[in-house]
DNA sequence: GGGATTTGACCCGG
DNA sequence: CCGGGTCAAATCCC
């Protein structure tokens, strides 16, 4: 109990800080004549979903204390899932074109349990041709198609993505792009899963371009066989890259087993906000967690145009959650994506803290 | 040539 | 057995 409202101040104090580091951005941006509109008008609605996150948590939390209505368990073991993902191809030098998938078999095993606790959430976005929100498809984090299905019922084939460097860092971030049937102006994103890599979608130094990718144009509107989304590029972000190269940690095995995950470590730099906005969630899993857990996965919505209605599905004290708690974000944007989320947090060591300072120089 | 995508096969859970 | 998710060889593209 005590653990969950502490992890929830946690969350929410990376969630307000991190609005915050926005609005300053936003109040560069102002300043600064040669930012666009689209820029500014991107920081707006990343600070309006900041808000909004912050606040669904705080309701949730209140409707949790008082109701308790927690329908699905949701089961999260975590002890041990979500991180022992490895499928074969990744830890098990992938070199190995010998025997073929008998031996695989055991580790499959394992992997199939952790899609059962991996955090998911979904994202509706629909993008309006010419209406500068091509870009609402980018999420900033740069991934790699690896499948497409065709799935019953649906009208247009869903695409599979997960993050480029899964297997430089063991990044299990994965998505699934569908396109919606009856509006094929709006795609339907799940994302699973944290990214553990070292993207920053979302805090780019403020003089630098706000989730706009300048010379290029995308137009998703235009996806060669109106089904599938292509994977954008993507700035390079060596800033944050090499800070964090510094304080990787052994980030060469973790693919392999689980155990490895508990040492690794990740939270945002932004350029501008260096105090304890960059105090997060560490090593959140102590004890059993699941992976890294930075600000970017709790606001997967960095898109130009925002939000939502925010659905929250805990499973902390077991039973019963109605997340009926949509929170319907009061800006009536034209196109409101829907972020639908849940995290199978179980129960945390609220006691850690982390000091980034002998990592930080 | 190397990385990304395509696409049919495979695996697993329901 | 079926459908969704993933793998991986072939292919594409820069």
Redo the contacts with the bound molecule.
């Keep these: 109990m005590e653990n969950v409202s502490n992890l929830e101040q946690k969350i929410l104090i990376s969630e307000l800080t991190h609005g915050r580091a926005l609005a300053k951005q936003l109040q560069i941006h102002l300043s600064m004549p040669s930012s666009s509109r689209e820029a500014r008008e991107s920081l707006v609605q990343k600070i309006l979903a900041s808000y909004e996150k912050a606040l669904s948590m705080l309701k949730y939390n209140g409707s949790l204390a008082a109701t308790t209505t927690i329908t699905e368990p949701v089961t999260a073991p975590i002890g041990n899932a979500l991180a022992s993902e490895s499928?074969?191809?990744?830890s098990a030098s992938p070199h190995s074109?010998d025997s073929d998938?008998d031996f695989?078999?055991h580790e499959?095993?394992d992997a199939?349990?952790k899609?059962k606790s991996t955090p998911r959430w979904t994202k509706q976005v629909s993008v309006s041709p010419g209406s500068g929100l091509e870009q609402s498809l980018d999420d900033g984090y740069?991934?790699?198609?690896?499948?497409?299905?065709?799935?019953?019922?649906a009208k247009y084939p869903?695409g599979?993505y997960r993050c480029?460097h899964r297997n430089v860092q063991g990044c299990l971030a994965?998505k699934?792009v569908q396109r919606s049937g009856d509006d094929p102006t709006i795609f339907e994103i799940t994302y699973?899963g944290w990214h553990t890599c070292n993207q920053a979608p979302d805090q780019l130094p403020p003089n630098s371009l706000p989730q706009e990718k300048p010379g290029q144009p995308q137009d998703p509107i235009n996806l060669?066989n109106q089904n599938?989304i292509?994977?954008q590029e993507q700035q390079p972000q060596d800033l944050l890259f090499n800070f964090r190269n510094g304080l990787k940690v052994k980030t060469e095995n973790l693919e392999t087993n689980a155990q490895t995950f508990p040492n690794s470590f990740f939270f945002h730099s932004s350029s501008n906000t260096k105090d304890e906005t960059n105090v997060f969630v560490s090593n959140l899993q102590g004890n059993n967690f699941m992976g890294h857990f930075s600000p970017s996965y709790l606001s997967p919505a960095t898109w130009g145009s925002n939000i939502f209605s925010l659905e929250a599905n805990h499973n902390f004290q077991g039973p019963e959650s109605d997340l009926d708690e949509i929170v319907s974000a009061g800006t009536s944007v034209s196109n409101s994506p829907i972020v639908d989320l849940e995290y199978p947090f179980g129960t945390f060591d609220p006691g850690f803290t982390f000091d980034i300072s002998g990592f930080i120089s």
């Design positions: 499928p074969s191809s990744l074109e998938r695989k078999e499959i095993k199939s349990r899609r740069v991934w790699r198609k690896y499948g497409q299905k065709d799935i019953l019922g869903r599979y480029t994965t699934q699973r060669q599938q292509q994977p």
